[in-house]
């Protein structure tokens, strides 16, 4: 296994995002649209959150098998911000952080899936827990 092996190599490429304001119902609309299982939350073009499709169908007492095939009373989406159910202020990593310090990352947060950036501090994708895992395996 080579040490320095880029991030970049194994991440997923975004360019969903989900802004602050946007709230609940579009979320769902998204993860249900492109079935993608993350969107990073966005403010005044800072990064400022990760919503998970688990974090949406959690307050919906959902229990499906397909996270993506869920209907829920719309009205439950009053209850809550978008704000109280994504992760807060997320670890954000450099794309020229190196797979094994990805995953020393993940061993100290609770959540599943980090923010790439580039040098300007633009987002480039998502890199997840099971990115790490299939990289691993392949080894």
């Known amino acids: 296994?080579?040490?320095?092996?880029?991030?970049?190599?194994?991440?997923?490429?975004e360019s969903l995002i989900l802004y602050l304001n946007d709230g609940l119902y579009q979320a769902e609309k998204l993860f249900k649209k492109h079935r993608v299982s993350y969107l990073p939350v966005v403010d005044n073009a800072k990064i400022v959150g990760i919503l998970s499709i688990k974090d949406l169908v959690k307050i919906c007492f959902v229990d499906r098998h397909d996270p993506y095939d869920f209907t829920i009373d719309?009205?439950?989406?009053s209850m809550f911000t978008l704000e109280q159910i994504m992760v807060c202020n997320p670890v954000l990593i450099s794309d020229k952080a190196t797979i094994t310090q990805v995953a020393e990352i993940f061993?100290?947060?609770d959540y599943h899936v980090l923010p790439v950036l580039d040098d300007q501090d633009d987002l480039l994708?998502?890199?997840?827990?099971n990115d790490i895992i299939k990289h691993f395996l392949k080894q």
């Open 107 to 109: 061993l100290n947060v």
């Open 74 to 77: 719309t009205s439950i989406y």
């Open 1 to 13: 296994m080579k040490k320095r092996e880029s991030v970049r190599d194994i991440m997923a490429f």
């Open 125 to 129: 994708g998502l890199v997840s827990t």
